[in-house]
Nanobody
Framework: QVQLVESGGGLVQAGGSLTLSCAASGGTFSNYYMGWFRQAPGKVRNLVGDISWKGANTYYADSVKGRFTVSRDNAKNTVYLQMHSLKPEDTAVYYC???????????????WGQGTQVTVSS
């Protein structure tokens, strides 16, 4: 059983930056693809980006390409989401998730964090 704990959320002005962290425990971290999702009130949970087991491959949603970066440190069992040029529409609860396989569909993710709120003011 893998436990995921996010941190780093908060309130930031539009155009600002924020870095989220997700610490994993209870499993072999490098066995999992890691990803970040977000969910705004009344909307579905969407994948923001993910990173492969050793960090060689990353994926980003079109809405965040060029602004967000997913990285991981397998020695620290931690995955990061660096967010730059933040916009009010980036406001959401951000969730860290882990999966074993390469399928990134929502149902393919095995473990989830509790989420951290990011609010971008205009």
């Amino acid at each position: 059983q893998v436990q995921l704990v996010e941190s780093g959320g908060g309130l930031v002005q539009a155009g600002g930056s924020l870095t989220l962290s997700c610490a994993a425990s209870g499993g072999t971290f490098s066995n999992y693809y890691m990803g970040w999702f977000r969910q705004a009130p009344g909307k579905v949970r969407n994948l923001v980006g993910d990173i492969s087991w050793k960090g060689a491959n990353t994926y980003y949603a079109d809405s965040v390409k060029g602004r967000f970066t997913v990285s991981r440190d397998n020695a620290k069992n931690t995955v990061y989401l660096q967010m730059h040029s933040l916009k009010p529409e980036d406001t959401a609860v951000y969730y860290c998730a882990a999966r074993r396989g390469i399928n990134r569909g929502l149902s393919s993710w095995d473990y989830w964090g509790q989420g951290t709120q990011v609010t971008v003011s205009s």
